[in-house]
């Protein structure tokens, strides 16, 4: 996810945050460089262009809201994906409790998002992926989004998710294997 360059990038990031001259510049591009991987996080959560971009938008506002408050104990990354990853949490549990469907639905009003998405190409094994993601319990599918697309490191996922490394590692081991399944079972 970040190279040593962009790591040192954000420490000189952090300070400026912190500086109260150049908080509003520094946000800025905040803004500019994680727009675009958390807005691919948080997709994959809800499986919605248009709610994706709304939980954006909420994301950076808490993230401003809050910027007193972030002293650079974690890494930049770190801090806007745990805010990004409750959001849609947040989200979700609303999504669910307005349709009046279980946790153990919510797969299937991921799927349902996925068959009616007219923001991607018409890729069917990419669509077929995203079906067999949308069928693991929410916190396989947001350990296998993290580590698949965005590579982001064991130690990394586990202080955004509050989780040890080692139960983040069997988690993404039974992911992939229930989306092994999943393509073998629907070809």
Not at 2 to 10: K, V
Not at 23 to 35: L, M, N, T, W
Not at 146 to 171: H, V
């Amino acid at each position: 996810m970040t190279d040593r360059s962009s790591a040192i990038n954000d420490s000189d990031l952090t300070a400026r945050l912190q500086n109260p001259e150049e908080c509003r510049a520094a946000f800025g591009e905040v803004i500019r460089r994680y727009s675009e991987p958390l807005y691919r996080q948080i997709r994959r959560m809800v499986e919605n262009h248009d709610d994706a971009n709304d939980l954006l938008q909420n994301t950076f506002l808490k993230a401003w809201s809050s910027i007193d408050a972030f002293r650079g104990q974690a890494k930049l990354s770190t801090w806007l994906y745990k805010i990004a990853i409750n959001e849609s949490l947040t989200f979700l549990e609303k999504e669910r409790k307005r349709l009046n469907i279980s946790i153990d639905d919510e797969s299937s009003m991921l799927i349902n998002a996925i068959e009616a998405d007219t923001h991607t190409d018409g890729d069917e094994t990419l669509k077929k992926l995203r079906q067999a993601i949308a069928t693991l319990p929410e916190k396989q599918r947001i350990v296998f989004n993290m580590r698949y697309y965005d590579e982001i490191p064991y130690e990394q996922m586990s202080e955004i998710l509050g989780t040890s490394a080692g139960a983040l590692k069997a988690s993404y081991h039974h992911a992939v294997k229930k989306i092994e399944r999943f393509f073998n079972d629907n070809d």
